[in-house]
């Protein structure tokens, strides 16, 4: 039965691993605006880039996928 303890627990850390990447996420998407944005970029800088990877990786799909919508909704079919 340890085995299937190891299992249950990784599948629940799992499960709060991405609960609390879509919470940082949605909180980070909070920044909208180009003041908004340097802010936190100012903040961010104070910190190395392995303690700010999650987050740097977090913002530049939120800005990738932002571009996406405007170029979709810029060209309609």
């Not at 629940?12 to 944005?37: K, P, V």
């Not at 104070?46 to 939120?62: G, K, P, V, Y």
């Amino acid at each position: 039965m340890p085995f299937l303890r190891q299992v249950r627990a990784s599948i629940a850390n799992s499960r709060a691993e991405r609960r609390a990447r879509r919470q940082l996420s949605d909180e980070l998407a909070a920044f909208r605006t180009a003041a908004e944005r340097s802010e936190l970029d100012m903040i961010l800088s104070r910190h190395s880039a392995e303690q700010t990877r999650e987050i740097h990786a977090i913002l530049n799909r939120q800005d990738a996928d932002r571009r996406y919508q405007v170029g979709v909704a810029a060209h309609p079919n």
